[in-house]
């Protein structure tokens, strides 16, 4: 968790000058950093330890960008997953309103399929996502989101 968000902060600090725009009240510690003026927020959240923890973190989630990191090494990101999606969905639908970014990322290497959240993650994420197609760079919004619809029974794209 605290990795990654220094990834974060390390591509952050690697660009341009002109591209920072750090302000006086911004939040820069190990579990988070916020920009003050637009209240955009890079969360990192650790593993569940239990279920009852898996549930709250879930919902916690309120945001339009989610981005999960070995997500099938996860325990219990069935039940992170299954409360976030309700929780995020205003904040997606805000993003959308507005045209800006909204959506999950899940990012993974491989894991021991005998474990349940590997199960889970094969099963339910990547076997029921549709598969995606360089053809895809020239569709359009819609053609995208229909192929979705077609070929996808999660709203996930797998690459």
Not at 1 to 22: E, G, I, V
Not at 53 to 69: H, M, V
Not at 72 to 78: D, E, G, I, S, T
Request: proline share 4%; hydrophobic share 35%.
């Amino acid at each position: 968790m605290k990795r990654n968000l220094k990834t974060w902060k390390d591509l952050y600090n690697a660009l341009p000058s002109y591209l920072k725009h750090p302000f006086k009240n911004d939040t820069d510690n190990i579990e988070y950093i916020a920009n003050s003026v637009n209240n955009n927020t890079i969360r990192a959240l650790a593993s569940a330890r239990d279920e009852a923890s898996a549930d709250k973190a879930g919902r916690g989630i309120t945001s339009a960008l989610q981005f999960w990191d070995e997500t099938a090494f996860l325990k219990y990101n069935n039940l992170i997953f299954g409360s976030s999606v309700p929780a995020s969905s205003q904040g997606i639908l805000e993003a959308q309103n507005n045209h800006r970014p909204y959506g999950i990322t899940m990012v993974t290497t491989p894991n021991n399929l005998e474990k349940p959240e590997a199960i889970w993650f094969k099963t339910k994420m990547i076997g029921n996502a549709c598969i995606f197609t360089e053809e895809m760079y020239d569709w359009t919004k819609d053609q995208i989101n229909s192929y979705i619809r077609l070929k996808s029974s999660n709203d996930f794209i797998f690459i």
